[in-house]
C-alpha cells in the first residue's frame, strides 16, 4: 500500500520570494547592529588647500566588476602648480596639448564657478589592470610636464597655444558657443551694460 504524496511545498518563485526577503532582514540587521561601529572611523571634512590642488577622480559600481573601475583622473590647475614663471607656465600648455583646457572640466569634480586662470590639466589613465598603477602612471606624466616646463628653453616662447581642440569640442556641442569668441569668454551678469539697467 503505498501512500500519496501531496506536494505542499512552495514552487521555485515562492522561494525565491522568501530567499529575497531573508537578504533584506540580512542587510536590515547590518544596517542596525553594525553601521553604528562606523563612528568610530568618521573624518571631518577638510576642503583642499593649495599645498594638495590635484583632483583625483574614480569610477565605482558599488561592488562589480567593470573595466572603467581601474581607470584614474587627475585635474590640476596650472595656476596652482610649482611652476618658475610665465614662460614655464606657456610652455606646459603646449606640451600638455589636448589634456590643456582654458576652463574646468565639466566631469572634473571642479566647480565650474572657480577662476579660469591658465586653466586645467586633465590626465587620465586605463590601461594597466590596477588602479593604484594607473593612477601612478598619470602622476608620473604631470611630473614630466612640470619638470619638462620648468627647463628653460627660450624657443617654445614664440609658439601659439594649439586651441584645435577646444573649438572641435565646441563645434560638437552644438549650442551657439563658436560664435563671437565664446568657447573662452562665456557672457556673465558682469558683461550686462549698466546702462539699461533703471535708475
Not at 16 to 26: F, K, L
Not at 58 to 64: N, Q, R
Amino acid at each position: 500500500m503505498t501512500e500519496h504524496v501531496e506536494y505542499d511545498d512552495s514552487p521555485t518563485l515562492g522561494h525565491m520570494v522568501i530567499q529575497e526577503e531573508r537578504q533584506t532582514v540580512h542587510f536590515l540587521r547590518l544596517i542596525e547592529l553594525e553601521m553604528p561601529k562606523l563612528v568610530a572611523y568618521r573624518k571631518p571634512f577638510v576642503p583642499p588647500t593649495n599645498a594638495t590642488p590635484v583632483v583625483v577622480r574614480s569610477i565605482d559600481y558599488a561592488g562589480e566588476q567593470h573595466p572603467a573601475t581601474t581607470k584614474r583622473v587627475i585635474v590640476v590647475p596650472v595656476d596652482k602648480l610649482p611652476l618658475k614663471d610665465d614662460s614655464a607656465i606657456h610652455k606646459i600648455k603646449l606640451l600638455a596639448g589636448p589634456r590643456w583646457t582654458p576652463n574646468p572640466p565639466a566631469d572634473a569634480g571642479v566647480a565650474q564657478s572657480e577662476e579660469w586662470g591658465n586653466g586645467y590639466i586633465k590626465i587620465s589613465c586605463e590601461n594597466f589592470p590596477k588602479p593604484a598603477m594607473n593612477l601612478k602612471w598619470a602622476s608620473d606624466v604631470l611630473d614630466r610636464l612640470i619638470t619638462q616646463a620648468n627647463q628653460p628653453q627660450p624657443m617654445f616662447e614664440h609658439l601659439p597655444v594649439d586651441m584645435r581642440h577646444i573649438y572641435a569640442k565646441v563645434r560638437k556641442a552644438k549650442k551657439g558657443d563658436h560664435l563671437r569668441d565664446r568657447a573662452l569668454h562665456r557672457p556673465t551678469i558682469r558683461d550686462f551694460p549698466k546702462s539699461w539697467l533703471p535708475q
